[in-house]
Each structure stands twice: as C-alpha cells, then as structure tokens.
C-alpha cells in the first residue's frame, strides 16, 4: 500500500482477475470490483475486453466504465515516435482520464488478466499515479498457474530453478535460457511461436514442452507442443515442466549416454548446455569428486568410483544406458580431452553388442589448458599442441617422440598429468628433451587447481621452473621461441605467443 502522495480523495486498485475462469477471481478481487465507482479495463480495438468477460459477474449496473483502448503492435502508426511512443502516450491519456476521477473521490479499480505486477498492461498507469494517490495491488493467479493444473504436471520440485521467459527473445537465447531452467515457461506466443518451437528443439526440452491455450476459459486446449501447428493466439504459453524425479517408460535399448564436461573447476564455468544435460540425467556416473560438484536433484541415482577405472566407469554408463536410462558420464574440463569421453567410445567400439546400438552424446566443457592459458594472457595465441606426461597407457618412447617433433616445430606445447607420486623422473626428461630446442629463458606458464580453492599461477621459464611443485593437478604451458612476457606494475606478469610467426 502506497499512502506518500498527497491526493487521498480516491483510491486506485490494480485488481488481478486471473487466467479467465471468473471462478479463480480471489475474494478480495471480487469485493474490490463490486465497490468500486469506477471500474476501467484495457480493450481491444473492436471494443472486446477479456478481462471485462472475467469480471462481468462482479460489475453493478451502476458503476462508471472506462474501456481502456490499447494501440495493437500489428497496426500501422503514424506518431512520430513509432509504437513506442504511441503506446507512451495512451499511458499518458488514460492515466489523466483515471486520475480526473481519482480527484473527485471516486475509487478506481483497473481490471487486469493474471496478476497485475506480472507482465501485466497496470503496472505502467501504476507508475505515473502511484506517488499521488493511494494505491493497492490484489494479486491474482497467473496464466502458468492454472496451465499446469490444466495440464496436471507439476512444474517445479525442491531446489529446482524455475524460469519465467518471453517468447519474444531470439530463439538463440531463449534456447540458452531453457537449458539453463529445471523447468520453465514461455509466454506471448502469437507471433513469436515458431520461434519459440525452434528454441525448444535446440536446448532439448520439446519433448516434455506442453502447449496451452486459453488455460481455465471455456476456449481451454492443451496439447504435446509437437503436434501444435500453424498460427496460435497470443493468450497461450509453453510449459517445460521439471524432469526432476520424473520417470522414463523408454523399452531397453533407447536410453542414451551423454558425457558432460564440468570445465576445471566451479559453477561459473559449466556451460548451459553441460547443466541441460546434468538436469535430465536419470543416472549420473563419474569420478567422486566430479560428481560431488553437480548439485543433488530429486530422482537421480549417483554412481561414484575410484579415478582409475575409467573403463568400468564407461561400461556401467553403457549397461545402464542400455536399460532404457538417460545417463551422464560427468567429467572435468573436457570430456573430449584426455578424459571420459574416449573411455567410453572405446568400450563401445571394443565390446559392440547392445553398447553399439546406444546414442553417445558428447557435451563440451571449458579444458584447462584454456582457463590455465586466460589466467595469464594469450600463451596459446599461435599454434600448440597438447600432450600428456602419463606413460599408463602409452609408452614413453612415444611420448618422447612427440616432445621432440613438438620441440622441432616450434610449438607451443600444454602438458597434461606431468606428474604424479609415483611418475616424478618424466617431467625432467620432458624438459631436457624440449631444452634441446629451446632456450633456457622461454616462458613457462605452471599452473595448478585453477578455480579452484588452491589455485596458482606461476610464470617462469624452462630452465627455471621447480618440478617439485608439479603434481596431478597441475597443467603446464610451454612457450615457443616467440613467447613473450609483458612485466607490468606490482610483479604482474602477461603471457602471449603472437599471432604472426617471424618470416
């Protein structure tokens, strides 16, 4: 309630109607209308108002009506300020007409579909009259309420995110929004509908999107969005309804395995896309303290293990997938990078079988050599290469091959797993090989645990940097002979390698 202005000789009432069952109209709505003196409503052009229609139960035969005439975005305008300043000053107009009654001590009550402060046409007269009249706002059920009762799907569970989305985004961020949301609902469709279809396709979620039109009116329609085609009215939405607990009646054989890559360390850095696929999960399968880092979700099972049985680990992703569930095989940075993505394409292609006929999605994640290279600058600015240190699964001989060719060709190399308690000698060899051609002084980036609570950066060189200190969690960034180090203010250090090779 608003009472800092200094007109107090009628009061003005956003009244929200709700969806359009006038049965849904609250008590409080309903005794608001029946008092008012004065009772405006927006309409359309042909003089039709659907909140009038709501509301018409509760009018008396001898109460003022203002029919609020909207401009309509379809419509030509010739004000020079295009729709917007047309639709400004109709806002303008009809809140000099409102307060004109408001002065001679009438109550006003401004009819309003939904809820008034939900992207509803009151807020904008409550702008420009609030601060000179006593004011009161009575909510009302919106439209997504009363589509998931229509539909009978529970949208939101526990700690799920729910997001609330106008279809008149670009399909592009919408579809980046509905990855993001446990669960969601688009609004003004009308025009932006086929859009609105294309966002869900891209983020994953039509499947479960369901179409509603006119929810709680006697025009109510519901249907799977899929089978909704041609034009629809602008008084219908998109629900995703949350996945959460939810369960699968997939037969054997159609489930999939997704492997999500986390990025290297906290939320900040795991992709919508990563956390779209974390959601629809049934299983979750991973290394325990990857798994540790997705947020716990009603419904799903967690199947953690030990780092070092990455093929056990892909094979019951595979079996589980093959039962019918969605699974996702989580792994840091890169699932495509050194990590579980091969894992599990190898168990596939080496056991065939029911594993050869399950979908293996790949979802991307941010790699650590990435955040490792943006803590400093650009060191990967130019040509590089990626190798790792461990000899578990390939011999030494041919990692030191391609230290070699690496060195040879001058380029930047990222080295993963360079050491570890029991691997301590191929780190020095490593860079003996690369100090048979490089200079002692090139760039070396030591990086460990980036983002996470023990992170370090260092900046040394070849010759100089303590291989001591490197362990499992740490990424190093060997610079080429055209690495360079900007010294600036207070000791800070920016590495880049240059985009052009000297001719």
């Known amino acids: 309630m608003s009472t800092n202005g200094r007109h107090r000789a009628g009061r003005l009432f956003g009244v929200g109607l709700g969806p359009g069952d006038p049965e849904l109209v609250t008590l409080k709505a309903r005794r608001v209308i029946e008092a008012a003196q004065v009772v405006a409503y927006p309409c359309a052009r042909h003089g039709r108002s659907v909140a009038r229609r709501i509301a018409a139960p509760y009018l008396r035969e001898d109460q003022l009506e203002i029919a609020l005439s909207f401009p309509v975005t379809t419509e030509q305008t010739d004000h020079p300020g295009g729709y917007e300043g047309a639709l400004r000053d109709f806002y303008d107009e009809s809140a000099a007409e409102l307060a004109s009654h408001l002065d001679h001590g009438r109550d ?24 000179r009249y006593e004011t009161e ?25 729910f997001a609330v989305l106008p279809g008149t985004l670009a399909p592009e961020l919408l579809a980046e ?13 009308g025009r932006t509908f086929e859009g609105v279809c294309g966002a869900a396709e891209q983020a994953g979620v039509v499947e479960r999107a369901i179409y509603v039109e006119r929810a709680s009116s006697p025009e109510q329609r519901v249907s799977a969005l899929r089978e909704v085609e041609g034009e629809v009215p602008y008084m219908s939405l998109v629900l995703v309804p949350t996945l959460n607990g939810a369960k699968t009646d997939r037969p054997p054989g159609e489930g999939q395995v997704t492997v999500v890559g986390l990025g290297p360390a906290g939320p900040e850095w795991l992709t919508p896309e990563a956390q779209a696929a974390l959601a629809a999960a049934e299983e979750l399968v991973g290394y325990g303290p990857y798994l540790a880092r997705v947020p716990e979700r009603n419904g799903q099972a967690r199947h953690a293990s030990d780092n070092r049985n990455e093929n056990e680990r ?6 589980l997938a093959a039962a019918g569930k969605r699974v996702a095989v989580v792994s840091s940075g ?18 065939g079988g029911a594993f050869a006929q399950t979908a293996v999605r790949v979802v991307p994640g941010l790699s650590a050599m990435q955040a490792a290279a943006a803590r400093v600058g650009a060191p990967l600015g130019h040509d590089f290469c990626v190798v ?5 699964l390939k011999p030494w001989e041919i990692i030191e091959r391609r230290l070699e060719a690496a060195g040879a060709a001058d380029l930047v190399l990222a080295l993963y ?7 301590r000698a191929q780190l020095e060899r490593a860079r003996a090989v690369l100090l048979g051609h490089r200079c002692e002084e090139t760039p070396v980036v030591v990086a460990r645990d980036v983002g996470g609570p023990d992170e370090s950066i260092t900046v040394t060189t070849l010759a100089g940097f303590d291989a001591e200190s490197v362990d499992m969690r740490t990424l190093l960034v060997i610079g080429s002979s055209t690495t360079r180090v900007i010294e600036g203010e207070a000791g800070s250090r920016q590495v880049y390698t240059p985009r052009r090779y000297p001719g």
Do not use: W
């Open 108 to 131: 006003v009550a401004v009819l309003c579909e939904g809820d008034p402060f939900f992207y509803g046409s009151y807020m904008y007269l409550h702008e420009r009259l609030d601060t």
């Open 137 to 161: 706002v009575i909510p009302g059920v919106t439209s997504f309420s009363a589509a998931a009762a229509a539909a009978g799907k529970p949208l939101v569970k526990r700690d799920d995110v």
């Open 388 to 392: 790792s240190l461990s000899d578990q």
């Open 417 to 423: 797993n360079p050491a570890s308690r029991t691997r």
């Open 314 to 319: 892909a094979r019951a992703a595979l079996e």
């Open 177 to 189: 929004r509905l990855r993001m949301a446990d669960a969601a609902v688009v609004l003004k469709l």
């Open 334 to 351: 890169d699932p495509g990078i050194f990590a579980m993505a091969a894992a599990v394409l190898e168990v596939v292609d080496e056991e």
